[in-house]
């Protein structure tokens, strides 16, 4: 029996030795990318266009004025100017937002729309500007997050769409950035920027986020190199809205935030044999602000978002058609990400065992607890401090802090 | 157990790896910022001490030696743009000839590093817009590149020295070699452009049979901007059956800008074709507001009817624009449903047009 329990031990081991050197190669390979566009950001060579393809920017809002004044206002102030704004709001909240409506003249429309999605109903439209920025409100039935983006594509009126959220300020170029990867290359479908969480107090959840944040953004940034990004951010998408309406939006399946699109998209170019990337573009940011008392939700719904999304694309694993998509992206998630803690506990069952019965000698143990502990941290703090540097060398461009 | 502790081994041996390559880019980090002070700090006494009017040869062999490298030539760009405006384009005329010898360095180079080099002659053209030399060769050589940026930055280059021959030459070899450079950048591009406007547009109209679909488009869209008359052409090429959809759009949008009456009719017609592709209707509906008349409304009215949304929207937008009051209240109960709803939207955003001006 400890034979076999040994086998199993050295299995598992070698199995986060795996795990450990992929995340050195992730590492090196994003700090390498990060300097790169740093040096090239340098260079400023690149196309300076405020118009090319005009853009909306859905943006779902919750609560008063004061909680979506500063996204709207870091909108307005984009180096890009080819856009319109659509803010999608609850209709049961509309006492709320009339003094905005009223403020900025906004008029009420009987605006015709197709609806190619199936989403909540529709209450009202009104339409107006808000400096000089033309503006649709929308007024709708309270439904969850992607119900809310599918309702702003079908009255968007423009062929790509960005989306936000109310409670996030967008940097200055960061609509500029997209634009110029869809002008660079027309297969591009769609691409998102680094999002960074700012909490008001440093707490344990807080530090959890970044982290999340953090491996996610060295995650994308290496798979970015075969085009294999399975997971982005549902509130901070730029894409073709055709393509969009073809593979029907986003779904509500997976609650709260839509974690699978990304795989939807993947699967639906693919099956149609289309030419496409989709991109990670690391000089388009985002700051996020948790909302009061939602810090910890905020945490769940991303992992269960994850979580469902992995899970609800099963047809990915080990699929040739998809190529590294399949057999590196979806793999790596789901063998080093979702199977992860399952296998940790088994591990730290094993070692515990072995060490009580005297058959693992000290110093192996020692590895391990760098391996499990140490390492993790050791590497996380150096991504960090690359997701930073990223974000500081640019602190020009923007008014605010970026960084916690 | 022997090969458990040997994996053991290994794993330290990366980590020890991981934890050098994290020590070398830190070192080679700070090297670089070091590096680059010390060369801006050279760069600028070496300017200070050349004079205006001419730049000695050590100078020049100095710059053509040391120009070579990317890094050298960044830190120059940045030095030169720092330093004084009137007296910056002097000393950059004054070494024309070290930027002719460096073409034949950078056309070997990278991508990027080349895009970098155009994207500094395109902000002084004054370095070479005098006569047809090396710089503008190469610049035409650039125009047919496979990266965007270089084929933009050169072009950019081209617009500023507002010579159309240059642009014909790049235009001709890039219709030729087939690169597809999006139609938005070459139209604004070609608004951009620095020399006589109809010098420009006759060498438009006479090679634009000869242009691919896209190049078409921009001409198009650069006549309808600059509302340059080339109707009959661009009636002739509607007409033709060899064009395509995309270039016929173009031709239908050209006639919002420029009247053309004999095109009117057409336009009725293509109002009507909403059952295949609904985009002619689409478009026709939208530029027949330019063309106000009792018949217009009356297919206008028609196209209300139409099944596609783009039809009828872009078809209510033309009525209201020009319809008087009595008959768009005639209209106010018009038994297409879809095609009611759309005209009152543009009738209510009409009236609250005017309540805003008032």
């Known amino acids: ?404 | 157990m022997d090969s458990f502790v040997k994996i053991m081994y290994l794993f330290l041996g990366v980590f020890l790896l991981y934890a050098l390559f994290q020590l070398f880019s830190f070192l080679y980090i700070n090297y670089r910022k070091i590096k680059r002070k010390v060369q801006q700090i050279i760069l600028k006494k070496f300017m200070k001490k050349e004079g205006i009017l001419y730049v000695s040869l050590a100078h020049e062999n100095f710059l053509l030696h040391k120009l070579k490298k990317m890094d050298y030539f960044i830190n120059f760009v940045e030095v030169t743009e720092e330093s004084e405006k009137g007296k910056r384009e002097n000393y950059l005329m004054n070494l024309k000839p070290v930027f002719e010898k460096l073409i034949s360095k950078y056309e070997k180079k990278k991508i990027s590093f080349q895009v970098y080099f155009v994207s500094f002659l395109e902000k002084y053209p004054i370095i070479y817009n005098d006569d047809w030399n090396k710089i503008v060769e190469y610049l035409i050589q650039c125009c047919s590149s496979k990266s965007i940026y270089l084929r933009e930055s050169a072009l950019s280059s081209l617009y500023k020295i507002g010579n159309e021959s240059y642009l014909e030459e790049a235009l001709r070899n890039m219709n030729y070699l087939k690169i597809n450079h999006p139609t938005k950048l070459l139209t604004d591009g070609f608004i951009r452009f620095e020399g006589s406007i109809n010098n420009f547009a006759e060498m438009l109209k006479e090679n634009i049979s000869n242009y691919s679909d896209s190049y078409k488009i921009s001409c198009l869209e650069y006549f309808s901007y600059q509302k340059i008359d080339f109707r009959k052409g661009i009636f002739q090429l509607l007409s033709s059956p060899e064009e395509t959809k995309e270039v016929k759009l173009a031709c239908i949008r050209y006639f919002a800008n420029s009247i053309y009456e004999p095109v009117s009719k057409m336009l009725y017609e293509l109002l009507k074709e909403d059952q295949d592709t609904f985009e002619y209707a689409a478009v026709a509906a939208n530029v027949l507001k330019s063309y106000p008349s009792k018949e217009t409304l009356k297919h206008l009215v028609e196209a209300l009817r139409s099944k596609n949304w783009y039809v009828r929207n872009n078809a209510a937008c033309a009525i209201v624009s020009f319809a008087t009051e009595k008959e768009l209240e005639s209209l106010k109960n018009f038994d297409d449903k879809y095609g009611r709803e759309a005209l009152m939207y543009h009738i209510s955003m009409k009236k609250d047009v005017v309540k805003c001006q008032k």
């Open chain 1, 1 to 404: 029996m400890s034979k076999i329990g040994m086998y199993v031990f050295y299995g598992f081991t070698i199995y986060f030795l795996i795990d450990f050197f992929l995340k050195v190669l992730f590492s090196i390979i994003t700090k390498c990318t990060v300097e790169k566009t740093l040096y090239q950001k340098r260079m400023n060579h690149k196309i300076n266009y405020q118009y090319y393809r005009p853009v909306s920017i859905i943006i779902p809002i919750n609560g008063s004025e004061q909680e979506f004044i500063n996204c709207l206002e870091s909108v307005v102030n984009l180096d890009y100017k080819q856009f319109e704004i659509l803010l999608i709001a609850k209709c049961d909240q509309k006492e709320s937002y009339l003094e905005f409506i009223e403020k900025n003249k906004l008029i009420k429309v009987s605006r015709p729309f197709k609806k190619v999605l199936d989403t909540k109903k529709i209450d009202c439209i009104y339409e107006g500007f808000y400096k000089n920025v033309p503006v649709t409100f929308v007024l709708k039935e309270a439904s969850i997050l992607p119900d809310d983006y599918n309702a702003g594509v079908n009255i968007a009126r423009y062929p790509y769409i960005l989306t936000l959220k109310g409670n996030q300020e967008i940097k200055k170029n960061a609509l500029k950035e997209f634009v110029r990867t869809v002008m660079q290359n027309e297969d591009v479908v769609l691409c998102s920027g680094v999002t960074i969480k700012k909490f008001k107090t440093k707490n344990l959840f807080s530090f959890l986020e970044n982290w999340r944040i953090t491996n996610l953004f060295v995650k994308n940034t290496c798979f970015e190199i075969w085009n294999g990004n399975l997971f982005f951010s549902n509130s901070f998408c730029f894409f073709k809205k055709d393509i969009f309406l073809e593979m029907k939006g986003f779904s509500l399946k997976n609650g709260f935030i839509d974690g699978s699109f990304l795989a939807r998209f993947h699967i639906f170019l693919k099956r149609l044999k289309r030419k496409y990337y989709i991109r990670y573009v690391l000089t388009a940011n985002i700051i996020e602000y948790p909302l009061m008392g939602k810090e910890k939700n905020f945490l769940n719904e991303e992992t269960k978002s994850f979580l469902l999304g992995l899970l609800h694309n099963k047809k990915l694993l080990f699929q040739p058609k998809y190529g590294l998509l399949s057999f590196f992206t979806y793999t790596y998630y789901f063998f080093f990400e979702f199977l992860k803690p399952l296998f940790l506990l088994i591990e730290i069952i094993l070692v515990l065992s072995f060490l009580f019965t005297s058959q693992l000698s000290w110093w192996i143990v020692l590895v391990l607890i760098f391996l499990f502990i140490f390492f993790p941290l050791w590497s996380y703090y150096y991504n960090y401090t690359s997701l930073k540097k990223l974000l500081k060398e640019r602190k020009t461009e923007i008014d605010h802090v970026i960084i916690n």
